[in-house]
């Protein structure tokens, strides 16, 4: 395999590995919405019992999962450069013909380093992401847990 085909398979992997914590992270904020809707839409916590705690515990738990799920599907460009051609916040920084001419006049080898760099900072989003989807999902457990352990305790209770 060739080092240019190397770098775009790469990219692309990357690419699809980004969009797909993007569709976990909105498939936890959708579901955790939807629980939250359905199970503390009617309900009032007056903390009375164990079954309330559990309640409380559970709502705060899945809110801050639907806060960290969306900052996880934030876009970000992760360089901080004022204008490049690779980033598309960079880019927008510049002119049409500004950037149209930069393309034109970069090396083929500067084009691989800058995609080879592009590629790097992919790798340490897709790193954060799924670092914070892996939270989100063991936060969603808890509070899963929590619901669960409160509805045995209605039924205790009744």
């Known amino acids: 395999m060739k080092k240019d085909e190397y770098i775009k398979l790469h990219q692309s992997y990357l690419n699809e590995y980004i969009k797909f914590a993007d569709a976990k ?61 690779i980033f598309w916040d960079n880019i927008n ?15 083929e ?13 992919l790798a340490k989003t897709a790193s954060m992401k799924y670092s914070i989807i892996r939270k989100v999902f063991i936060i969603s457990a808890l509070g899963y847990s929590c619901l669960l352990f409160s509805s045995i305790f209605q039924i205790i209770c009744s």
């Open 93 to 107: 920084s510049m002119g049409e013909k500004e950037f149209i001419e930069k393309v034109k006049f970069e090396k």
């Open 25 to 85: 992270a909105l498939a936890i904020i959708s579901i955790n919405g939807f629980i939250l809707n359905f199970n503390f839409s009617k309900r009032n916590i007056k903390f009375h019992n164990t079954e309330d705690i559990f309640n409380f515990t559970a709502f705060i738990l899945l809110i801050i999962t639907i806060i960290l799920a969306a900052f996880a599907v934030y876009p970000r460009t992760n360089n901080r450069s004022e204008k490049g051609i």
């Open 109 to 121: 080898e500067e084009l691989l380093e800058k995609t080879i760099q592009q590629n790097y900072f």
